[in-house]
């Protein structure tokens, strides 16, 4: 079992930037495949980033590519999301999810057995 725990989200305005975290608990969440997600108002789940359980890999969204960055700390057991120039469209609760496998295109969240309870983040224009 893993246990999922996200904070940072919060009001910002647009060009800003907020640092998601995602604290894992359990005794194997270090190995992990972590993922986050977001979902806006009236619109499906969809993949944001996700990063291999050793934080040598990562891949994105390519509507968040070179905006938002996904990094580990598995001494920690913490995920973060750092989400830099926002955009009003990045309004939405967003994720974190722990998977036990790793692939490259592992984006499906039907793919990732564990959810946190979310964070939501609404960018102003």
């Known amino acids: 079992q893993v246990q999922l725990v996200e904070s940072g989200g919060g009001l910002a305005q647009a060009g800003g930037s907020l640092r998601l975290s995602c604290a894992a608990s359990g005794r194997t969440a270090s190995s992990y495949t972590m993922g986050w997600f977001r979902q806006a108002p009236g619109k499906e789940r969809e993949f944001v980033a996700t990063i291999k359980w050793s934080g040598t890999t990562a891949e994105y969204a390519d509507t968040v590519k070179g905006r938002f960055t996904i990094s580990r700390d598995n001494a920690k057991n913490t995920v973060y999301l750092q989400i830099n120039s926002l955009r009003p469209e990045d309004t939405a609760v967003y994720y974190c999810?722990?998977?036990?496998?790793?692939?490259?295109?592992?984006?499906?969240?039907?793919?990732?057995?564990?959810w946190g309870q979310g964070t939501q983040v609404t960018v102003s224009s």
């Open positions: 999810a722990a998977s036990p496998f790793w692939r490259r295109g592992l984006w499906a969240a039907s793919e990732y057995d564990y």
